[in-house]
């Protein structure tokens, strides 16, 4: 190749750069990226590595304005995701958090928690027609869920083992979180 030839690749590069730096594409480019990465299975761990939930006490509130006690769910199995209408990871996960919720929300306890303003949440769960609950914090979290990156997204059996702990995003209506699930609700 010559000094004086551009190559497609340098022309897709320079586009895609120039596309990051725009405020208007940047998000939709970083939720196309995580989407790709949220194709993968979260990892499920072994029962030897399990970990147990510090404390259920944990007060949340609906976006109805609801109260809601974290103890409530204590004895159940629970699928809580810490996550933000702002984080381009979050957005890419929610479809499969919904998948999953649509099949599972009966039969287990879905806890899906954001610190943002309820007004802001509503907007965005009616935009995306999520139809899962929502809560926001009242009081500050158990250590086992102050944490500090989001998307964070636990599964926890019905003696507060720690089944599933996973950062970043992820395809929740995988086969393997449905195949844990199956098997977890047998128990």
């Known amino acids: 190749m010559g000094k004086g030839k551009i190559s497609i690749k340098n022309v897709i590069f320079i586009v895609i750069i ?3 730096v725009i405020p208007q594409t ?4 970083q939720i196309a990226l995580h989407t790709v990465i949220a194709k993968l299975s979260p ?12 404390s259920y006490n944990w007060q949340l509130q ?3 304005s609801n109260s809601f006690q974290l103890n409530k769910t204590k004895g ?6 810490m996550w933000a209408t702002w984080c381009p990871p979050c957005i890419a996960e929610m479809p499969s958090i919904q998948e999953l919720y649509n099949d599972y929300g009966d039969k287990i306890e879905f806890v899906i928690v954001s610190n943002e303003k309820q007004e802001v ?7 995306k027609n999520y ?3 929502t809560y ?6 158990p250590e086992t869920f102050n944490v500090s990156s989001i998307p964070r997204t636990f599964l926890i059996d019905s003696e507060g083992n720690i089944i599933i702990d996973e950062s970043g995003a992820a395809n929740w209506n995988s086969e393997t979180v449905r195949k844990t699930i199956d098997e977890l609700l047998k128990l």
């Open 18 to 20: 120039a596309l990051m």
């Open 26 to 29: 940047r998000q939709q480019i």
């Open 43 to 54: 990892s499920v761990e072994k029962n030897e590595d399990y970990k147990q939930v510090s």
């Open 62 to 64: 609906d976006l109805e």
């Open 76 to 81: 159940k199995i629970i699928f809580l995701n």
């Open 121 to 127: 949440i509503k907007k965005f769960l009616e935009k």
């Open 131 to 133: 139809n899962f609950k």
């Open 136 to 141: 926001t914090p009242l009081s500050r979290a």
